[in-house]
């Protein structure tokens, strides 16, 4: 015959490996935010366990696993804005290819493209005053880096 405490043992349980399943796909998914976001940073990983090694209540692994939901949420919402960013500097960058005399001295740096370096495109007329004068006007990428002094 079956016991109380038995069948509350095997809900207990269930209960417990379905939290441990959950928490641990939360950390997967936050793991992959924290890998898209490199090297820019921004996402923030860590979630608060409660302290020392032993077995936690129900009710800490509920909190661990809002925790981890809450802070993917965060992450994911600072990955969209960033893209966002990333598009509308594409976006500009684009539109100062087409046409650079309607984007005199504008400035683009690879950072904003989501891209590494430390180029930047900028919008400068041809031939210095002359050019600015006939309305001569291009587009040129930095060399990249200054040098360490």
Same mark, same amino acid.
């Given at each position: 015959?079956?016991?109380?405490?038995?069948?509350?043992?095997?809900?207990?349980?269930?209960?417990?490996?379905?939290?441990? !399943?959950?928490?641990?796909?939360?950390?997967?998914?936050?793991?992959?935010?924290?890998?898209?976001?490199? $090297?820019?940073?921004?996402?923030?990983?860590?979630?608060?366990?409660?302290? !020392? $090694?032993?077995?936690?209540?129900?009710?800490?692994?509920?909190?661990?696993?809002?925790?981890?939901?809450?802070?993917?949420?965060?992450?994911?919402?600072?990955?969209?804005?960033?893209?966002?960013?990333?598009?509308?500097?594409?976006?500009?960058?684009?539109?100062?290819?087409?046409? $650079?005399?309607?984007?005199?001295?504008?400035?683009?740096?690879?950072?904003?493209?989501?891209?590494? !370096?430390?180029?930047?495109?900028?919008?400068?007329?041809?031939?210095?005053?002359? !050019?600015?004068?006939?309305?001569?006007?291009?587009?040129?990428?930095?060399?990249?880096? $200054?040098?360490?002094?």
């Amino acid at each position: 015959m079956l016991d109380v405490r038995d069948v509350r043992i095997v809900d207990e349980r269930a209960a417990r490996a379905q939290l441990r !399943g959950q928490i641990a796909a939360l950390e997967g998914r936050l793991s992959d935010a924290v890998v898209s976001a490199f $090297p820019h940073g921004g996402v923030h990983s860590a979630v608060l366990a409660p302290g !020392g $090694p032993r077995v936690l209540t129900l009710g800490e692994l509920e909190r661990i696993r809002d925790g981890l939901a809450d802070r993917l949420a965060q992450a994911r919402a600072v990955l969209e804005e960033r893209g966002e960013r990333q598009e509308a500097s594409r976006v500009l960058l684009e539109r100062m290819l087409l046409e $650079p005399g309607r984007y005199k001295f504008v400035r683009v740096a690879n950072r904003d493209l989501g891209e590494g !370096g430390c180029g930047v495109w900028h919008v400068r007329p041809r031939l210095g005053l002359i !050019g600015m004068l006939m309305g001569w006007w291009q587009v040129k990428l930095s060399s990249g880096c $200054p040098l360490a002094s």
